[in-house]
């Protein structure tokens, strides 16, 4: 079998027709107007360079394609991050970012080529798992489901269109600026709670490119009295991508966002491990749509720590995810 001749591609498998590459060399724009075919929506040249080009730790991802001659008909992005157990440890994993397939190649199995070459760059990596962020129907769940996959459930929280909300009792929203205390504050406040999993940000500037320097504008802001959140704003939706403060004041923080939102005539957003949000976003009239982290161990001697992820208790927001 010959790769295709491009220039900084390597195979990874494949066969007469169809073959898999790893990191072909090309364009952003090329790779980013795949990707909105794929999507029917707009990828800019800085949301690609954000999601599928930046590094993590200084390891940037990468990027697994199967082609058909010389069409590519699907893909994935792998971003490398680290998990933190209850335990203490720290996990490798991998991170599937705009898995895709072209909308009339699709039906055809290409995808599962994806997922196995990506398990198995993966298990070359040194991953503990290989991670999905998938609403209960999507594809990429199923297909990571028959290769094993563990399924932490999930929610994807939005307004029912521009929310209308009672104002009354509302916590108080300001902006506010991100200080290095932020992330040091988040730190703590994790390391206290010993029984929840996490994604682990071993410095401040590490947890800082993830939640504040992403591809769109985002709002900082103080909520109530212990609550903090960053917002990103993308098109006509105010993603709460990070919240952290008092326990008790969190579902109240989160109405208050919402309202928000609601009041900037946006629409809102964000994502939850915590089965106590899901039924607080259904209190408050937000609509909760069943999803699942799903974990698959690339290696045969991870499987009994990621299979018993299910049991845990896990704290991760939006941002956490791409």
Known sequence: MVDLPRRGSRRVSGDTELKILLNPAGSADGDADFLARCFGTRWTQAMYRWYMQRPFLGEPPDRLILVDAERVVAGCGLAYRLLRTPDALVHRVSVVVAAATLPDERGRGYYARVLQAAAERSAVRGCTALLGFVTADNATGRGLRRLGATAVPSAYIVSPGIARFHE???????????????????????????????????????????????????????????????????????????????????????RAIAVHAQRRRQRFFMYSTRPDEFAAARRLGLCVRPGFMMALAPAGRHEPTVHAWAALSWHVQSGDRL
């Open 168 to 254: 009354n009792g509302l916590l108080r929203v300001c902006g506010a600026k991100v200080t290095p205390g932020w992330s040091e504050s988040v730190g703590m406040r994790l390391r206290r709670a010993p029984l929840q999993a996490s994604f682990h940000y071993p410095a401040p500037g590490d947890w800082r490119a993830q939640m504040v320097d992403r591809p769109c504008p985002v709002l900082a802001l103080r909520v109530g009295t212990t609550c903090r959140a960053l917002v990103e704003c993308v098109g006509d939706t105010d993603r709460l991508q990070w919240l952290d403060g008092d326990a008790r004041e969190r579902v109240a923080a989160i």
